[in-house]
């Protein structure tokens, strides 16, 4: 469960994230208190800025618009844990605090393009009013290039504006409508990168997304352009190239952890954007669980020297996932290597015998043709495991094999026929000793000391 924590009223209130959207400059976190109510935190580019209750959603304000036409993307998705790994000391504040906040760090006009990002919480008469005083007071100073920024901007973030709407009708604002319309072409002439960022959201436009990668780089905005790399790679779903995978391999390293960089990597993998150089890159990270997936995903990206050093460090449960295809990936890698084919072979199949039955295993390892011991071994423990008379003789097998928990019942089964058998209550002692079972440990200890052996 991913959650995300402000402090309101000198309190702390943590709250459960649903999903992040993305939405021309906004980032909106959708999250539940634990009474279920359901709030909206808005960040306008990367700065938090206000959370509010959600009761209702307004037709055509900012929130519905984000939220039917944003990219969203779960609570557990690495691009959401990227960003939320770099929020940290989150305040609410009232409207009053807000407005004074925004006035205080932007501009006229961007203080009034943010809070009509907030226009499904207020009265639409409250920013009209703002609206219009900030025309008025560029207008009557004659600035009409900037008072037209005022209308143009606040459309981009409520299109249904009536005064915005009315007044950019105005002839004295035509010269400038061919521009702001046909903006892709007029990047270098326009001075309003509020209003190019705004229409240029999931444009995949090679020119505007130079400019956009300068405009996120030029203020600092890595999230920006690590996010901007990422929608581009899902809309053309194709593999990256070298220039844009060392970008984002950049952003990554200056903005988050090792793991939650991992995860995405990972990401990339799973939509079937496949690139060498993210297994490398997961490879360098030390993450050779991913790295060991990718390869049965991709038996022919696998690279031998990266096998022999992954192969003995992975986990179980790992092994388990891909169970049906590791034996078969192993001869297909190391068949000409019987030596190292053995090696593996065995490796894998120890750690399979703590979760995987003889059956089972010889089920799986029936791919190898070649007569390897292990598969020798695991017959002769399947004739013993059907064999009452040899349960102490199996039992030792799977005791050095350190399979204590199968091996306990084995020697058990030797005690209930063979009471006097010293050993096989010697080896439960240990077999308990080595699972940290002290009580059932002393049981058998107590038992040898009965019958005189200690």
């Known amino acids: 469960m991913t959650t995300i924590s402000f402090l309101h009223n000198k309190k702390t209130i943590t709250m459960t994230i649903e999903k992040m959207v993305l939405y021309k400059q906004a980032k909106l976190i959708e999250a539940t208190d634990r009474k279920g109510q359901y ?66 760090k932007y501009n006229e006009t961007e203080t009034l393009f943010i809070l009509t990002l907030f226009n499904n919480f207020y009265e639409p008469k409250l920013l009209h009013d703002l609206c219009k005083k900030t025309f008025y007071h560029y207008r009557r100073n004659g600035q009409l290039y900037k008072s037209y920024k ?21 002839l004295d604002f035509q010269k400038y409508q061919n521009k702001y319309t046909h903006y892709e072409q007029h990047l ?18 090679k020119k505007v997304v130079t400019y956009m990668t300068k405009l996120f780089h030029d203020e600092g905005r890595l999230f920006d352009e690590l996010a901007l790399q990422y929608q581009l790679i899902q809309a053309n779903s194709s593999p990256i190239n070298r220039n ?43 993450a050779y669980s991913n790295v060991f997936l990718a390869y049965m995903e991709h038996p022919s990206l696998a690279n031998q020297a990266i096998l022999d050093t992954i192969l003995p460090k992975l986990d179980t449960n790992v092994l388990l996932v891909e169970k049906d295809k590791v034996f078969p990936f192993l001869i297909q890698h190391y068949g000409n290597n019987k030596e190292q084919l053995t090696k593996w072979t065995e490796h894998i199949t120890w750690k399979l015998l703590k979760s995987c039955t003889l059956d ?45 928990d199968k091996a306990i019942p084995c020697f058990e089964w030797e005690m209930e026929l063979y009471p006097d058998n010293i050993a096989a209550i010697q080896y439960l002692e240990k077999c308990y000793l080595a699972l940290n079972d002290q009580t059932n440990a002393k049981n058998y200890q107590d038992i040898l000391v009965s019958i005189g052996t200690r």
């Not at 808005?42 to 039917?68: E, G």
């Open 39 to 104: 709030y909206i935190a808005l960040f306008y580019k990367n700065d938090f800025i206000n959370i509010k209750r959600v009761t209702d959603i307004k037709r055509n304000s900012f929130l519905y618009y984000a939220l039917t036409e944003g990219n969203s993307y779960s609570s557990t998705h690495p691009l959401t844990k990227v960003f939320l790994s770099q929020q940290t000391n989150l305040r609410s504040s009232s409207s009053k605090q807000m407005f004074q906040h925004l006035k205080d």
């Open 150 to 170: 005022v209308l143009i901007s606040i459309l981009q973030a409520d299109p249904s504006h009536s005064f915005a709407s009315d007044m950019i009708q105005h």
């Open 188 to 205: 270098d002439e326009l001075n309003d990168p509020l209003y190019i960022e705004a229409r240029a959201w999931n444009n995949d436009n």
């Open 244 to 286: 844009t995978f060392d970008l984002i391999d950049v952003l990554l390293q200056n903005i988050t952890t090792k793991q939650i960089a991992v995860e995405f990597w990972q990401s990339l993998l799973d939509n079937n954007i496949f690139h060498e150089a993210i297994i490398a890159k997961l490879y360098d990270y030390h």
């Open 360 to 404: 089972e295993l010889l089920d799986l390892t029936s791919s190898i043709e070649l007569k390897l011991p292990i598969v020798q071994q695991l017959k002769d423990m399947q004739t013993m495991e059907n064999n009452p008379d040899q349960q102490y003789q199996l039992g030792e097998k799977y005791y050095n094999l350190k399979q204590y």
